[in-house]
């Protein structure tokens, strides 16, 4: 636990046991030392996002003041501004959502008390699981279940060290199981490579991932590979890839326990969707009869804790639209709609009359595509500060604290079947999302009947 | 500081023997106090022609957790079929402007919020989910600590987790066993321990397809039986109230009543409770090789005093089931409507299927599973030891109850339905000839008093002096269900919280738990486990009472005591 306590900002500060927020993996085997000039160290990382992530504190985070078209002022007015938009706003927009539990649950009473569409800033990643989800389901597995007992380790289109650095230390070292790594679709994972008992390779770095998707479905369902030789033309083909996929197959039957990893965000989109539903076929159509499972990688800044949180409050998941009693009778009260609730779309379309921006693990700003007339207030990392006095006028910015540097926390590990506890590692005393939220949700509803009262 | 007086309604308090006599009940800062008659009082209620009862209490109900969670992202159409509510019903305020209900939604699987608001619109107080996984514990408390109004509680799932099973295959000192099965209790701050298909989701991860009570786990080389003995024992030795939870071996297998005996006997007369046990009461008569074993399953409860149980009651329509038994998940997942499903394999912990599934009255298994849930009840004499569920959502959402209710104190309207069924189903059926019908009292000890004896919590269950204020007040309508679809008053620890199945507050839930004693040193056994083969770090493995009470937003911690000794 935090051996300086909540508020011992300027103490030196060692926090063993910490966990990462950073990245979905939360690595939680970590040592943290919080110096006296606010900034933040791990010693010895073999992160490259841990530490990217760490140097965006500072020592001005606890000077950090709120900002009022682009003048700085006290929590107070800065709350009260805020809440007047929210007030004021017939249509809000709540993106970004980088933030952790408590902070999703504060920010879906508010959403409830001005009727705000929820999208997350991970939200054109997170769609197409959804999507694939909701169509046929899944057939998942988790860290430890990969880490003591997979054989056979696929990975398709993605390398995970690219944005999950400790990947592979997480669930490969320190293990004595025998394992092949298998790249489908792309290149070895340089990460990948160095640890006992496990060799490396790739198939079809090439080949496109829907045409290998198709094919590898054929064989898992019982094709034989010579009569998958022909080409859309109804030419002979090179027979080798529905040759190479057969004998990925026989290696799966062969396997004790083998896992598919890929990375929704990694997909080619708009069709994500359709990979990760065939991927999920594959693997279910496996199970008849030998083990096997999918490990999606992904869910970052909160990504996977919101739309957990949001599911199990609401009943839906991301991109959902809440609505006020004061909506038409004959509507309900929540619309789920990956299609229509998605960020770009309403402020392209200029669909929304007021963005609520929270942004609580990297200094990560509001796209660039919002309209300057529209309102922004943003809940934000104190880095963020700047950005907002510069858009000047329309624009509240309040600091907030991350959870795990300057709050405790919950955040879903990168399997969704694994929550995790953080400590704060410095204390800085910033105000948590979830109480900003909280606050904001009691002034729009002083205002509300204040203006009832008038 | 307050003092309230139910005044001349009809009380039901079995715990107390008390059937059906009219009197006043009093409560002060929500706990039931004797009050003299003519004591005044800050608030009174006419509660006259009305029937009054603690608050329902449901032991095995699926509200929280990873698979809960996984059923709502499966199923989107069940949240958008859910009947479209009256905004003007939802304007209700607080004292600080907030809206008491917030947007929430679904039918078998509803959002945290609706599943509180229902239970509570119902007269339910408490609701018991009762497959935490030790790995998947925080966010199982999270969801129940989103679940308003009403206490809840866990039984952490044990026996398909690879140390348990390591530790039995090497035939570990039993010890030892016990003290990771009270380190577990406590690290997960759970009720109770649940056992799943027995060592049976582990089996399928070494891809064997199915385990019988007495046949060897493919890698461990333990049977179910060991399991089951071991597991009931070690809760006997720390004197946890509520016996081994236990999903037996085979669930929904044709012939499954012989292992389902098997596992009774397995506790070797220790307590034990087979949950959901429709599930586990087929028989294989018939041209359809498919039979309802329920006399015989009844004949076996009611020969053994050391068992309980509770239903599983399957209601027809649309519902999804998800449970921690992937082996048995994973044979039915041809059978799931709509066409998609989801499996998982959790953290050498258990695993998970999700199936949506559609009960019809037109199948001859359907109608028959409707048939075997009713005559269990029906058949087993003591009250005491069967508790109401649908299993929800499995075989059913609890909002059913009302209508179960019916079923069963209502002969005649059971009638009604059976008639409406598969015609086979009808003949092969004991029912027609079953003329029970469930009193007030025998309702109110399967849906509260019963389950509050089971699982061990003294303040709850029952309407004496010093219980906890949950009360729920009844119109005594001729039509059950209508009577039991939406009480009067609802008081939860002496708040009214629902009047005439409308919200009027949305305190935040307690959470039950039990602290069992076991010896510390067992941690170093874990924490070697932990290094070995998990991707997490031991230091996280436990919960503090400082963070379930955060999980929980801050509700209550009710500990539930152990067992005096001797």
Redesign the interface.
């Known amino acids: 636990m935090n051996a300086s306590g909540t508020t011992g900002a300027r103490t030196p500060a060692i926090t063993?046991?910490w966990?990462c927020p950073f990245c979905p993996l939360l690595c939680?085997?970590l040592v943290v030392e919080s110096h006296g000039d606010g900034t933040l160290s791990v010693a010895d990382t073999e992160c490259s996002r841990l530490a990217a992530a760490l140097a965006s504190y500072s020592a001005t985070d606890t000077q950090c003041r709120s900002v009022v078209d682009g003048n700085e002022v006290a929590l107070d007015a800065a709350l009260a501004r805020a809440a007047q938009i929210l007030a004021d706003s017939r249509r809000p927009l709540f993106g970004g959502l980088a933030t952790d539990?408590?902070g999703a649950?504060a920010v879906?009473?508010l959403a409830?008390?001005c009727g705000a569409i929820l999208d997350h800033l991970h939200g054109d990643a997170l769609t197409p699981a959804?999507l694939a989800?909701?169509?046929?389901?899944?057939?998942?597995?988790?860290?430890?279940?990969?880490?003591?007992?997979a054989d056979l380790l696929l990975f398709f289109g993605c390398q995970p060290s690219r944005r999950y650095p400790r990947f592979f230390t997480?669930?490969l070292a320190?293990?004595d199981i025998a394992r092949e790594l298998i790249f489908v679709g792309c290149a070895v994972d340089p990460a990948a490579a160095g640890f006992a008992h496990t060799r490396t390779e790739t198939l079809l770095p090439h080949a496109d991932p829907y045409d290998t998707l198709a094919l590898w479905s054929a064989l898992g369902e019982g094709r034989e590979p010579g009569g998958l030789h022909r080409d859309s033309n109804g030419n002979d083909a090179d027979a080798s890839p529905a040759a190479t996929l057969s004998s990925l197959q026989a290696r799966i039957a062969a396997a004790?326990?083998t896992v598919l990893v890929y990375d929704p965000g990694a997909l080619p989109s708009p069709h994500a969707a359709l990979l990760i539903e065939a991927l999920n076929r594959i693997v279910?159509a496996a199970?008849r009869t030998?083990?096997a499972?999918c490990l999606a990688l992904g869910g970052d800044d909160g990504a996977l804790t919101v739309n957990?949180?949001v599911?199990?409050?609401?009943?839906?998941?991301l991109r959902t639209r809440?609505?006020?009693?004061?909506?038409?009778?004959?509507?309900?009260?929540?619309d789920?709609d990956p299609y229509r609730y998605r960020t770009s779309r309403l402020l392209a379309g200029g669909e929304v009359d007021a963005l609520l921006w929270t942004a609580s693990f990297a200094p990560l700003a509001w796209p660039a595509s919002l309209d300057p007339a529209v309102p922004l207030i943003v809940l934000g990392h104190p880095a963020l500060a700047d950005a907002t006095k510069a858009r000047g006028a329309n624009t509240v910015f309040i600091p907030v604290a991350t959870p795990g540097i300057d709050t405790?926390g919950?955040l879903?590990?990168v399997d969704?079947?694994?929550?995790?506890?953080l400590a704060a590692a410095r204390g800085a005393a910033l105000a948590s999302v979830a109480s900003l939220a909280t606050q904001l949700?009691?002034r729009l509803?002083?205002q509300?009947?204040g203006e009832v009262q008038q | 500081m307050s003092l309230v007086r139910l005044k001349g309604g009809t009380i039901f308090d079995p715990t107390h023997n008390v059937n059906g006599e009219r009197r006043d009940l009093s409560f002060r800062d929500g706990r039931i106090v004797d009050l003299a008659p003519n004591m005044p009082v800050d608030r009174e209620y006419d509660a006259s022609g009305m029937i009054v009862m603690a608050g329902g209490i449901d032991m095995h109900s699926h509200i929280?957790g990873?698979k809960?969670?996984l059923s709502?992202?499966?199923?989107?159409e069940?949240?958008?079929t859910?009947p479209?509510?009256?905004?003007?019903?939802?304007?209700a305020?607080d004292d600080?402007?907030?809206?008491l209900r917030?947007?929430?939604?679904?039918v078998c699987?509803?959002?945290?919020?609706?599943t509180g608001y229902r239970y509570a619109e119902m007269g339910y107080t408490a609701a018991f989910e009762p497959a935490m996984?030790p790995?998947?514990a925080?966010?199982t408390h999270?969801?129940m600590g989103?679940t308003p109004i009403i206490d809840h509680g866990a039984y952490v799932m044990l026996g398909n987790d690879?140390l348990f099973l390591q530790m039995l295959a090497a035939r570990d000192d039993f010890a030892r066993l016990r003290d990771y099965v009270g380190w577990t209790i406590h690290a997960s701050k759970a009720l109770g321990v649940k056992v799943v298909n027995p060592g049976g989701i582990s089996a399928?991860?070494?891809?064997q397809r199915s385990l019988d009570v007495d046949e060897p786990h493919v890698h461990y080389g333990i049977t179910p039986r060991e399991v089951l003995h071991t597991l009931s024992r070690a809760l006997t030795e720390l004197r946890v109230p509520h016996p081994l939870h236990v999903h037996a071996s085979n669930l929904g297998v044709p012939g499954n009543i012989e292992s389902t005996i098997a596992t009774m006997d397995a506790a070797d007369g220790l307590p034990i409770h087979l949950t959901h046990i429709q599930f586990h009461s087929y028989g294989v008569e018939g041209p359809q090789k498919f039979s309802s074993g329920a006399r015989h399953i009844a004949d076996a409860v009611n020969a053994r005093p050391n068992v309980s149980i509770d239903v599983g009651q399957i209601i027809f329509g649309q519902t999804v089931t998800a449970s921690g038994d992937t082996m048995m998940q994973?044979r039915n997942?041809p059978f799931?409507r709509p066409?998609?499903?989801?499996?998982?394999?959790?953290?050498?912990d258990a695993g998970c299927g999700?199936v949506p599934f559609r009960y019809r009255e037109q199948s001859y298994v359907n109608a028959l599973q409707w048939i075997i849930g009713l005559e269990i009840f029906l058949l087993v004499d003591d009250p005491w030891r069967v508790a109401m569920t649908t299993d929800h959502p499995n075989g059913g959402p609890f909002t059913s109850y009302p209508h179960l209710i019916r079923l069963l104190m209502d002969k005649p309207f059971r009638d009604e339905q059976l008639a409406k069924l598969n015609p086979d189903a009808q003949v092969a059926s004991a029912l027609p000839g079953l003329t029970r019908e469930f009193s007030m009292y025998e309702i109110a000890i399967i849906t509260r008093a019963g389950p509050a004896r089971l699982l061990g919590l003294r303040d709850r269950g029952h309407l004496g002096a010093g219980a906890a204020a949950d009360i729920a007040v009844y119109r005594d309508e001729p039509d059950r269900e209508r009577m039991f679809t939406s009480p009067a008053y609802v008081f939860k620890d002496g708040e009214l919280v629902a009047r005439d199945g409308t919200l009027v507050a949305t305190p935040t839930g307690g959470i039950h738990f039990v602290s069992p004693e076991f010896d510390r040193s067992i941690e170093k056994t874990l924490r070697a486990y932990s290094?070995?083969?998990?991707?997490?770090?031991f230091?996280?493995a436990a919960?503090s009472d400082d963070?379930v009470c955060?999980?929980c937003?801050g509700g209550r911690l009710l500990p539930v005591e152990c067992l005096a000794n001797g």
């Open positions: 063993r046991d966990t939680d085997d539990v408590a649950r879906y009473v409830a008390g959804t989800l909701q169509d046929r389901g899944s057939f998942f597995t988790t860290l430890s279940e990969v880490r003591s007992r997480r669930v320190s293990t004790r326990y279910k199970n030998t083990r499972a957990q949180t599911t199990w409050l609401s009943g839906m998941p809440l609505s006020t009693p004061a909506r038409s009778a004959g509507t309900a009260s929540l789920h405790g919950h879903f590990r969704s079947s694994v929550v995790m506890p949700t009691t509803h002083e509300r009947s | 929280g990873g809960t969670n709502r992202l499966l199923l989107p069940d949240h958008r859910d479209l509510r009256e905004p003007a019903g939802e304007s305020q600080a402007g907030r809206y917030l947007p929430s939604c679904g699987t509803p959002g945290t919020l609706a996984m790995s998947n925080r966010h999270l969801e989103d690879e399928f991860k070494f891809n994973f997942t799931a066409h998609k499903w989801v499996v998982g394999d959790i953290e050498c999700v290094d070995a083969r998990l991707a997490s770090n230091a996280h919960i963070e955060d999980c937003r």
